[in-house]
């Protein structure tokens, strides 16, 4: 079955970090550019990074340069986010999307089901 | 720095109307990066529409997209029960950004 699976989100402490994990399967992960989008409680869908498939391209959202880092393992057909520095507005269900095709620029034609980031004190 | 707008925020129509949503760009974006999707409550995102005009694989052609430049929209043919929904433009570019949604919800 082609998939995608978030795990580790859960209610941390502003500043702390968080390391999101994305498996995929039923596709050639290694082949597909990645993305990760969140979207906080009753709002719109926000983009907050991007990576190649051979990790050489890495973009983030302004709101987010800095403080997250993307990182793949093709491996393991495996994405990851690691959340530093985490404040009450970083709050929201983090997706991964997969491109569909292999360009960057291309449409998300496949979403896990997210984890939830809740940050507050 | 391109901004995406959605209208109207709720739209209020009954099973069998015709749904246009509307996507406004800042500035002028090519139609061939442009995608709209379905939001269902406790769902992810689901595919309907990419550049522009092209329906995803399995979405019923009571869908459509159309529009080039700074307007672009989706249009329902024919409202069905499981249609109401919120829907999300998208431009698919260097750095990807959606729209703020349009609810379409039962009159």
């Known amino acids: 079955e082609v998939q995608l699976v978030e795990s580790g989100g859960g209610l941390v402490q502003p500043g702390r970090s968080l390391r999101l994990s994305c498996a995929a399967s039923?596709?050639?992960?290694?082949?597909?550019?990645m993305h990760w989008v969140r979207q906080a409680p009753g709002k719109g869908l926000q983009w907050v990074s991007g990576?190649?498939?051979?990790?050489?391209?890495?973009v983030y959202a302004d709101s987010v340069k800095g403080r997250f880092t993307i990182s793949r393992d093709n491996a393991k057909n495996s994405l990851y986010l690691q959340v530093n520095s985490l404040r009450p507005e970083d709050t929201a269900l983090y997706y991964c999307?997969?491109?569909?095709?292999?360009?960057?620029?291309?449409?998300?034609?496949?979403w896990g089901q997210g984890t939830m980031v809740t940050v507050s004190s | 720095e391109i901004v995406l707008t959605q209208s109207p925020g709720t739209l209020s129509l009954s099973p069998g109307e015709r749904a246009s949503l509307s996507c406004r760009a800042s500035?002028?974006?090519?139609?061939?990066?442009l995608a709209w999707y379905q939001q269902k409550p406790g769902q992810a995102p689901r595919l309907l529409i990419y550049?522009?005009?092209s329906r995803a694989t399995g979405i019923p052609d009571r869908f459509s997209g159309s529009g080039s430049g700074t307007d672009f929209t989706l249009t329902i043919s024919r409202l069905e029960p499981e249609d109401f929904a919120v829907y999300h433009c998208?431009?698919?570019?260097?750095?990807?950004?959606f729209g703020g949604g349009t609810k379409v919800e039962i009159k």
């Open positions: 999307a997969k491109p569909l095709t292999s360009n960057w620029n291309d449409a998300f034609d496949l």
């Open positions: 039923g596709f050639t992960f290694g082949d597909y550019a």
């Open positions: 990576i190649s498939w051979n990790s050489a391209s890495i």
């Open positions: 500035q002028s974006v090519s139609s061939r990066y």
């Open positions: 550049g522009a005009s």
């Open positions: 998208q431009h698919y570019g260097s750095s990807p950004l």
